[in-house]
């Protein structure tokens, strides 16, 4: 009888998984390479397939399940209580990347190769 619940159990737990996988490929496939373009002088290009794999959770920089873009809910403008995008990128993007990427030293060249230093 336990070899028989064991067996269930393990069968039960891979097609949950099989299901979950199914769910996200039908959803879409991960983006490659994109371009953040919020901001048409200070756009960013960012390989969203790379870190996706890297970092492993969605939730941990897309923090509203229903929202595919940060620009869908993060305007040019602070809106309210709702930060920026360019609030909200230099929050989770550059302060992630000055944690975890030590030849990272936030300037501003590191993400926008095309904005001159105004020093």
Do not use: W
Not at 16 to 40: D, F, H, M, S
Not at 55 to 76: A, L, M, R, V, W
Not at 81 to 108: D, I, Q, T
């Amino acid at each position: 009888m336990r070899r028989f619940v064991s067996f269930a159990l393990v069968v039960a737990v891979a097609l949950t998984a099989a299901v979950v996988q199914a769910g996200v490929r039908e959803k879409g496939k991960i983006p490659g390479t994109i371009v953040l373009k919020v901001y048409e002088k200070r756009q960013v290009t960012f390989d969203h397939k790379g870190h996706a794999h890297r970092i492993g959770k969605c939730q941990t920089c897309h923090h509203n399940p229903d929202s595919e873009k940060c620009s869908d809910c993060h305007n040019p403008k602070r809106d309210g209580g709702v930060p920026s995008f360019r609030e909200a990128m230099h929050y989770k993007c550059k302060n992630c990347h000055m944690r975890v990427n030590k030849k990272v030293k936030g300037a501003c060249m590191e993400c926008h190769p095309n904005v001159r230093s105004s020093k």
